[in-house]
């Protein structure tokens, strides 16, 4: 059974800092392209923030590129968002999730508020 887990995710003020972390089970996340997503308010689609490919290379939704950053630790099986510079429209709820993504893979998120 895949769980994806994600953490990490919290109050900041604007221009700070989250690392947000996804531990994956039943799935290795090295050998599937993975993403991170993320859903402004209920009801509103989820949008895709960063992904990450088998092949390492990465891709950023215009509104996050050079200001997030998805990596991962295939020895820990966990995929990374490193939020930095972060804008009250940040505000979300944070989840990871194979690229494309599985219905059935979706987690409880982990909620980002970034406000003064």
């Known amino acids: 059974q895949v769980q994806l887990v994600e953490s990490g995710g919290g109050l900041v003020q604007p221009g700070g800092s989250l690392r947000l972390s996804c531990a994956a089970s039943?799935?290795?996340?090295?050998?599937?392209?993975m993403g991170w997503y993320r859903r402004q308010a209920p009801g509103k689609e989820r949008e895709l923030v960063a992904r990450i490919f088998t092949t390492g290379s990465t891709n950023y939704a215009d509104f996050v590129k050079g200001r997030f950053t998805i990596s991962r630790d295939g020895a820990k099986n966990t995929v990374y968002l490193q939020m930095n510079s972060l804008k009250p429209e940040d505000t979300a709820v944070y989840y990871c999730n194979t690229y494309p993504f599985e219905t059935r893979y979706w987690g409880q998120g982990t909620q980002v508020t970034v406000s003064s």
């Open positions: 039943g799935i290795i996340s090295s050998i599937n392209h």
